[in-house]
């Protein structure tokens, strides 16, 4: 591995991997905490529709992605707000339509030639320079967002009731915190696809989780295993020639399955407790 340190697009790739980590660790640990993992879902797919719309028209595929992502995201969030009953149908159906949009207009864009599976499930190998440049900046919009409002955020997310109590601007928060989530499938489009931004996205936070106290030593810890994932099975890709994007998500899946079972002991041993 030392020895591909020396190759640009490795140095890329592992940059890549500690930026979108970044993002992972705060707004994943967010989508875990408010339990809005579908939800993040139906935006992440949805999202292909901008790559299909960049393509037609010309346009840099992170432009039409991130306007298309955020537009969604501002739907999805006054959907969930004003018809919570019908949300999950609506999300559904956003989902498929997005990336319905996406392959037909992939399909009529002429001399269309770009490798549709790099969006699908991603190619961190191939991230060039400038990608890179737009991952630091959404990341500082990130933390700029979260800094700024992280109190309302964190009663948003444990107490929604009691955040409308204090005044909290409850509805102009859940739209901010959807938009992060667009923001945070943009810059993972090229590390593991559209298909699995939702696992590294939720992955880490979930293990995190069960070992934090606090939502910031979450945060923290989120973007650890983030950064262990990626730089892992981007190590294993390299070595077995494997598709990086899949590779990142396997040694993710192995951590999440091998911390449930250490978990199973300790959740008997609860449940035996409750039935005494």
Not at 50 to 61: K, N
Not at 147 to 160: C, K, P, V
Request: proline letters at 2%; a neutral charge; glycine letters at 8%.
């Amino acid at each position: 591995m030392l020895e591909a340190l020396q190759l640009e697009f490795m140095r890329n790739a592992l940059m890549a991997a500690f930026l979108t980590g970044i993002a992972c660790g705060v707004i994943g640990t967010f989508v875990v905490v408010n339990r809005i993992v579908f939800l993040s879902g139906g935006i992440a797919h949805a999202a292909y529709g901008g790559i299909g719309l960049a393509f037609f028209f010309g346009l840099p595929y992170a432009v039409g992605t991130l306007g298309f992502a955020l537009l969604v995201a501002l739907v999805m969030a006054t959907v969930t707000l004003r018809a919570r009953h019908r949300s999950d149908t609506i999300i559904g159906v956003l989902w498929a339509v997005g990336m319905a949009l996406g392959v037909i207009l992939l399909d009529l864009t002429p001399g269309y030639n770009v490798d549709l599976m790099s969006f699908l499930f991603g190619s961190i190998l191939a991230v060039p320079t400038s990608d890179l440049w737009l991952m630091l900046v959404l990341d500082g919009v990130i933390l700029l967002a979260v800094t700024f409002f992280y109190t309302d955020l964190l009663a948003l997310s444990y107490d929604e009731d009691f955040a409308q109590i204090r005044g909290i601007r409850v509805e102009f928060l859940y739209f901010l915190l959807l938009a992060m989530v667009a923001l945070s499938v943009v810059m993972m489009i090229r590390v593991v696809g559209l298909i699995l931004v939702i696992a590294l996205l939720t992955i880490p936070p979930y293990i995190a989780e069960r070992h934090c106290g606090s939502l910031k030593t979450m945060m923290f810890l989120s973007f650890v295993l983030s950064c262990f994932f990626s730089t892992t099975g981007l190590w294993l890709s390299y070595t077995l020639n494997l598709t990086s994007g899949a590779t990142i998500i396997m040694v993710a899946g192995i951590c999440f399955f091998i911390s449930v079972l250490l978990e199973l002991p300790q959740t008997r041993k609860m449940l035996s407790l409750r039935k005494r």
